[in-house]
């Protein structure tokens, strides 16, 4: 299986794992809705997942054991430690690990429903560092039937109108410097368990550009949007964070 590489600032970490010996841990991965969230997803909303570890055995995962996460059909992955020895039996819950979101999209006759599948990784199949090298393996698990968790939901159609459906607050979005040529900037107080996710579209409807900022912590935050590229001209900026929506119109000068 070809090797999967992971450019890490951990990997002196994980390279101080050296000499554990092999266990056998029979792990599986599961994902359900975070706590008050549908999957049945208005446009501006957001669904949230809890991952779940679970070991079925027959030996003890531990802090030494480095678990990989993978996104299926992409080159994502993310680095798992157990928070503490997990026995046959036991598991452990990633609160909100991951989340699909309903942001900007062109209007569609109907709902559509969109999936993504997680699969735990081989330490086998990982190389960290650069030049990238093995990880070392601590545990082997060879059932693989169970390492594969999916999701998916319901995104419902936008409203023909362009107005916002219902929970989903419409403000104006205040776009400074306006003419702008290599960034534009806006001023928000984000829902701090949400990401912010920005679309800028040419008057014809197209988007040209989208950037997802994540989960902003701040309480007040200054939002800085990189436009270089984009031709002279009228476009439309929108951004979507939970239950909030705003837009504006932003020119691109020569």
Same mark, same amino acid.
């Given at each position: 299986m070809k090797k999967r590489k992971l450019y890490l600032a951990l990997a002196a970490v994980l390279a101080?794992?050296? %000499?554990?010996?092999?266990?056998?841990?029979?792990?599986? +991965?599961?994902?359900? $809705? /975070?706590?008050?969230? /549908?999957?049945?997803?208005?446009? %501006?909303?957001?669904?949230?997942?809890?991952?779940?570890?679970?070991n079925n055995? $027959?030996?003890v995962l531990t802090i030494t054991d480095s678990l990989f996460l993978g996104m299926v059909g992409t080159s994502s992955i993310s680095l798992i430690i157990p928070p503490g020895p997990i026995p046959?039996?036991? /598991?452990?819950?990633? +609160?909100?690990?991951?989340?699909?979101?309903?942001?900007?999209?062109?209007?569609?006759a109907a709902d559509k429903v969109v999936g993504a599948c997680f699969v735990l990784l081989k330490q086998s199949d990982i190389l960290v560092g650069n030049p990238p090298r093995p990880v070392t393996e601590t545990y082997e698990d060879t059932r693989a039937a169970n390492d594969t968790a999916c999701f998916r939901v319901t995104l419902k159609k936008r409203p023909a109108n362009g107005i916002a459906g219902p929970g989903l607050a419409t403000e104006s979005l205040q776009l400074y410097p306006n003419p702008a040529r290599d960034e534009v900037r806006f001023d928000l107080k984000p829902d701090n368990t949400a990401p912010v996710l920005v679309s800028v579209k040419d008057i014809t409807g197209r988007e040209v550009r989208r950037q997802d900022f994540g989960v902003l912590r701040n309480a007040a935050?200054?939002?800085?949007?990189?436009?270089r590229g984009l031709k002279p001209g009228l476009y439309f900026v929108e951004w979507c964070n939970g239950n909030r929506r705003a837009t504006g119109k932003l020119v691109i000068g020569h």
């Open positions: 101080s794992f050296n %000499g554990f010996a092999h266990k056998d841990c029979d792990l599986a +991965v599961s994902m359900t $809705p /975070s706590a008050g969230y /549908s999957t049945t997803v208005n446009y %501006g909303d957001s669904c949230f997942f809890d991952l779940k570890i679970t055995g $027959p030996d046959n039996g036991g /598991s452990f819950t990633l +609160v909100k690990k991951t989340y699909a979101a309903h942001d900007i999209d062109t209007l569609r935050t200054n939002v800085a949007l990189d436009v």
